[in-house]
């Protein structure tokens, strides 16, 4: 007959309920570290699925995901003639603020560098890729939005054609695919309003200049929109991604590409390193020092559980002791009772985190070495908490079995 398991039987309440309580802790603890799984995942999610081997971006800046950059679109056939570059592609991302269903919606805004990059690499769930260059996205699950739906952004209505699954910003927005063209177009609207004074202000500077004088025709480029505008250039992007040839060698082509005065080059995995240091530094230090506390939360209420089940076996150790029993059998008792406590605890933190995981809003990625490792952790917390309960069962004398 095992000791340990026929007192749990006899106190079956007070174990069920601590269980829970220990595991409901250490769900919480687990799914701390699957947030920081999940947030290192959504950083580094876009350098690793679009595929580029270098990131060409402003100058002294660190790349569009870790702040503004801005670079001019002509800077992709520059990159393009070095040798090398197999191909590049402009990069367009920021992030919008709407209201949707009368909630507000964010979205990470990325433009695709049609019609080179049509979307054919996003993970889809449902729809296609983009097949036209305007008026189509391709979004987010998370965003809410199924295909066919429309929405304004700006002055257009777009149709979403494809739903994807699991591609997040580093800041939890869902991403929205656009192309190129169409995300200038969202992030640069202006209200017609601002648009009319503009060209009412360039009017007025137009009268004022002496060249309009000898060529009064010159002035009807004011109410001209500012794309028509002759010597305007383009909008400027926020990076231009390049893909090397199989037989080039990465640092000697940034080094090519750093040698001029208005670029930055980065490596894909210089600018994850960049996005873990930067965006994800804070978090993680965040979420290691609330896993810290919560670990030894739970340490102390197992010791002090255990230790409240010993005293109310002072007793039965008594008389345990009495009869013959060896301190080895008293041990086991306790000792059996907090690795079943903690196993279970365990098992019930792992059971409901799976269940409420996927309903959280930022993704919560189990891996298996942070599970084995909190495993472990959970053993050693059983049995050190045992200690303080194995200590006060030693202290117990025979004779209190005859009082």
């Not at 002055?155 to 739903?163: E, S």
């Not at 059998?329 to 000792?335: C, E, H, S």
């Amino acid at each position: 007959m095992n000791l340990a398991f026929k007192d749990i039987q006899h106190n079956l309440g007070r174990f069920v309920l601590t269980s829970i309580g220990i595991g409901m802790l250490l769900m919480v603890v687990m799914g701390m570290g699957g947030i920081y799984r999940g947030i290192i995942e959504d950083a580094t999610l876009l350098v690793d699925r679009v595929d580029a081997d270098i990131w060409v971006v402003q100058r002294d800046t660190r790349g569009p995901f870790a702040e503004l950059s801005r670079v001019p679109p002509t800077l992709v056939h520059r990159v393009a003639s070095v040798p090398g570059v197999e191909s590049s592609r402009e990069f367009v991302y920021h992030t919008i603020q709407r209201e949707r269903l009368g909630k507000p919606l964010r979205i990470a805004v990325l433009g695709l560098d049609w019609p080179n990059d049509r979307g054919e690499w996003l993970p889809l769930a449902v729809g296609r890729s983009l097949r036209q260059a305007h008026y189509e996205m391709v979004a987010d699950r998370s965003l809410g939005m199924g295909v066919g739906e429309k929405i304004r952004l700006g002055k257009d209505d777009y149709t979403v054609v494809g739903v994807t699954e699991s591609m997040i910003s580093a800041s939890g927005d869902g991403l929205a695919f656009f192309s190129i063209a169409d995300s200038q177009a969202i992030q640069f609207d202006n209200p017609g309003e601002a648009v009319r004074l503009e060209r009412a202000a360039r009017r007025a500077r137009g009268e004022a200049f002496e060249a309009v004088v000898g060529q009064p025709a010159l002035l009807e480029n004011a109410s001209r929109p500012t794309a028509e505008l002759p010597g305007v250039a383009r909008s400027q992007v926020s990076a231009v991604m390049v893909k090397l040839s199989p037989e080039a060698r990465v640092d000697e082509v940034a080094s090519s590409i750093e040698g001029w005065g208005d670029v930055s080059v980065f490596t894909s995995d210089g600018q994850k390193e960049l996005l873990l240091r930067g965006t994800v530094e804070k978090a993680r230090r965040q979420i290691g020092m609330f896993r810290v506390l919560l670990t030894a939360i739970a340490a102390i209420i197992m010791a002090l559980i255990l230790y409240t089940l010993t005293l109310d076996k002072i007793h039965s150790i008594a008389l345990l002791k009495l009869i013959g029993a060896s301190n080895v059998v008293i041990l086991g008792l306790i000792l059996q009772q907090a690795l079943v406590l903690g196993a279970v605890g365990y098992l019930i933190a792992y059971t409901l985190g799976s269940q409420l995981f996927p309903h959280f809003p930022r993704r919560v990625i189990l891996a298996d070495a942070d599970l084995v490792q909190l495993a472990m952790v959970v053993i050693g917390i059983s049995i050190g908490s045992s200690l303080m309960g194995i200590w006060k069962a030693l202290q117990v004398s025979p004779n209190e079995a005859l009082v």
